[in-house]
């Protein structure tokens, strides 16, 4: 069953640090989930300019990252849900921009990992692969996508060429 909840994003959660670290164990072995995205943003620094970049998927109009959650009780006693995207080393496309990229689920993959039967490490990271570059579109876009207060479609229209 899916539920909807509210929740915040925390930190993105390295790949390498949920393989190493005990404490993530618990999260990625039972507490998986899906953050849906239409696309996302990164930004190439090139010396001290950062130019932002549009990323999304060519085929889908909709996708999710795959990502682990925690429920913690604040000092009332109330839960407090939130949840982190798992992050990889880049495919050949987001190496041109970024040094990390989120790890996009293929759709095929969005029941195995939030099937809290399956707890088997090894079974869990064989479904941690990179998507294909070729599968993906980047486009340059303004930095009006810098401040929040810019929430609109136009930040997402191409710049440049």
Not at 36 to 60: D, I, N, Q, R, V
Not at 112 to 122: G, L, V
Not at 134 to 154: C, F, G, L, P, Y
């Amino acid at each position: 069953m899916v539920e909807k909840v509210s929740t915040h994003i925390l930190n993105n959660a390295r790949l390498e640090t949920i393989k190493e670290k005990p404490t993530y164990h618990k999260n990625i072995q039972h507490m998986r989930c899906l953050i849906p995205a239409s696309g996302f943003y990164e930004w190439k620094t090139e010396g001290k300019m950062k130019t932002p970049y549009y990323t999304a998927l060519k085929e889908w109009k909709l996708f999710a990252f795959a990502g682990i959650y925690s429920i913690v009780k604040d000092s009332k006693g109330k839960d407090l849900k939130s949840c982190s995207i798992i992050t990889m080393p880049p495919n050949s496309l987001m190496a041109k921009i970024h040094e990390r990229m989120p790890m996009i689920l293929p759709k095929g993959l969005y029941d195995e990992w939030i099937d809290p039967k399956i707890t088997d490490m090894n079974t869990i990271l064989g479904m941690i692969n990179p998507i294909e570059s070729k599968e993906m579109r980047d486009i340059q876009v303004s930095t009006m996508v810098n401040a929040i207060r810019n929430n609109s479609e136009k930040n997402i229209e191409p710049i440049g060429d």
